[in-house]
């Protein structure tokens, strides 16, 4: 799954700049600033560019590591960007583009494929046109990482390169038929996909998407009979065509595979059982072949434009590469990324931990050579930025995105009333199809800031009620709780998010994270760092920390209260008013 940051700001966005060094760094385009372009390009107010001066002596090594620079593309659900990071993970230089999204019928989600494609490239030229204007050389560039949107489905002629439909992305819905009589072969089967995969069959994987549009359209079919099909997510797609269309690099890298059914996560290779369950020949079928996200010579090279012949040496699907861009190294460690929704992925070591408590198991980030792949629990809030554009848009609560936590600030507390945003039900871990959003403890005292403190502390206990799972699952002890996403920029929502978990929320003055852990894998891979060790002062400068500021027994009667409104927000909907959804 994969998802856009909602901006919410309660600081100015200058703030993001605020912590970049003052020797070997340089402007940085403010991406709070933006104003969006009728052809999609993101605006960007920006200084004149200067050779930042480079520092006297280099001896030490943050001034060696400022004078390299790694490349970071984040493939995102509705923009593309592209940063130039220097070698101590603070961005120089950016843009960003918006595509255009096609929802041709209703719960369909497509993009054009060539689009993601020309963004891309776009987003290349501009970035490194801005780089080079401050006096840098494209050659201080040492390699280019990848980061994308998860699941998202293309399907391409392996001989003439040609896209055969459009993608379909993660949170199109039309395959809901199709799963529910999945599940009852599997069921028949005798199988437990889950156990294989980390995934339970649902209409996010890539699996099912690729099975409807072999059973709906002619041309993938036909591709398909004549053994012509290349199957592939997002990062696959892209370094296919980044590299001219060089079938030795059709490759895709664990984290992305790990999201399509179609690998086994204790081998983490393609298995034929799951392959056979979906119907699919390999002799037929062309998968991308599965490499590590962090790897010198796997990924081939810019085969032209901007950065033609730089090395491609990074791959990280998108949660993955936030939870490398928070440093989550080690076991226990988590991070939260507040967009539209929220998606918490947590480290649970060097084997994976199949969850029992509704969460889901996956590749957290797989670095190469001797390492082994490291695995991640994750969990998803389906309402997070969302609701807050709910409450502006539907409810008008408010003017602007981050206006709501203002407006709750105008009270105490949420003078008891609690909001369950289940507007499509609620996901992790409680997976309750038939709820719907709920405001319970309204009483004639009610304002409006007490329902906009309750819209922000409804994601706060979902996060809660995650890592409670996770917790269960996996046996690790959270001790803290790594945010970004733009939610995070609210001081009142992560207070209270620290509140109610009862541990430190760690929050980054730069939170550009998930393309900043695309530029680790890439860097890693190019030695510019050889052990996670060295990340230690990564994106660490000014950080915020959030205290639990009460008492452990308040916030477990908070918890409480949100439990049970959550099981009495079940049962709105009977199967007859579904429309056959469950």
């Known amino acids: 799954m994969s998802d856009e940051s909602q901006p919410l700001p309660t600081a100015p966005a200058t703030d993001v700049t605020s912590v970049m060094k003052d020797a070997g760094s340089s402007t940085l385009h403010v991406e709070e600033q933006a104003e969006q372009q009728p052809n999609g390009e993101v605006h960007q107010p920006q200084a004149k560019p200067t050779r930042p001066g480079m520092p006297r002596f280099t001896s030490s090594k943050e001034h060696v590591l400022q004078q390299f620079f790694i490349g970071s593309i984040d493939q995102g659900t509705t923009s593309t960007r592209f940063i130039i990071f220097d070698g101590t993970g603070q961005p120089v230089a950016s843009h960003q583009h918006e595509f255009k999204q096609h929802y041709p019928v209703s719960g369909w989600h497509e993009h054009d494929p060539q689009e993601l494609i020309d963004s891309v490239k776009t987003c290349v030229a501009k970035a490194t046109a801005t780089f080079k204007d401050m006096g840098h050389k494209v050659e201080d560039i040492r390699a280019v990482g990848i980061t994308n949107q998860r699941e998202t489905t293309l399907v391409w002629d392996v001989e003439t390169g040609e896209a055969l439909h459009n993608a379909i992305a993660w949170p199109d819905t039309r395959t809901k038929g199709m799963v529910r009589d999945l599940k009852e072969k599997e069921k028949e089967m005798g199988l437990d996909l889950t156990h294989m995969t980390g995934l339970p069959l649902s209409t996010y994987p890539s699996s099912v998407k690729l099975m409807w549009l072999l059973q709906h359209v002619d041309k993938v079919k036909e591709a398909y009979d004549a053994g012509r099909l290349a199957f592939g997510t997002v990062d696959a797609w892209l370094l296919y065509n980044l590299n001219g269309k060089n079938r030795d690099y059709f490759v895709t890298d664990s984290t992305n595979a790990s999201r399509t059914m179609f690998m086994n996560l204790h081998t983490v290779k393609y298995d034929d059982k799951l392959l056979d369950f979906f119907g699919l020949d390999r002799t037929k079928l062309h998968l991308p072949r599965i490499v590590p996200s962090s790897d010198a010579e796997a990924y081939g090279k810019m085969a032209d434009g901007a950065l033609q012949g730089m090395k491609i040496a990074g791959c990280l699907g998108d949660q993955s590469a936030a939870l490398v861009g928070q440093q989550g190294f080690t076991p226990g460690s988590a991070k939260n990324t507040y967009g539209t929704g929220c998606f918490l992925l947590y480290n649970v070591g060097e084997k994976p931990v199949v969850s029992t408590h509704g969460l889901l198991a996956t590749i957290a980030y797989d670095f190469g050579r001797d390492r082994k792949p490291v695995y991640a629990l994750e969990g998803s809030v389906a309402v997070a930025g969302s609701g807050v554009k709910f409450m502006m848009n539907n409810m008008g609560f408010i003017t602007h995105s981050h206006k709501i936590s203002e407006l709750a600030a105008t009270v105490d507390d949420n003078g008891g009333c609690v909001f369950v945003t289940a507007f499509s039900g609620l996901f992790a871990p409680y ?10 403890g309204i009483t004639q005292h009610t304002q409006r800031g007490h329902i906009a403190r309750a819209t922000l502390e409804a994601v706060c206990f979902q996060t809660k009620a995650i890592l409670d799972a996770m917790e269960k699952d996996s046996g690790h002890a959270l001790s803290g709780l790594a945010v970004d996403g733009g939610m995070s920029n609210s001081n009142l ?7 109610i978990i009862g541990i430190p ?36 400068k000014d950080r915020s920390i959030f205290e639990p500021d009460i008492s452990r027994e308040e916030s477990a009667k908070m918890f409480k209260k949100w439990e049970r409104a959550v099981q009495m927000c079940k049962g709105w909907l009977d199967p007859e008013e579904s429309s056959g959804d469950f």
């Open 493 to 499: 929502c992560m207070q209270t998010q620290a509140n």
């Open 431 to 440: 997976w309750i199809d038939d709820a719907k959003g709920t405001i319970f």
């Open 505 to 540: 929320v760690d929050r980054p003055a730069m939170r550009e994270t998930t393309a900043l852990g695309a530029a680790i894998a890439a860097g890693f891979a190019v030695d510019i760092w050889k052990e996670f060790d060295e990340l230690k002062a990564i994106n660490q």
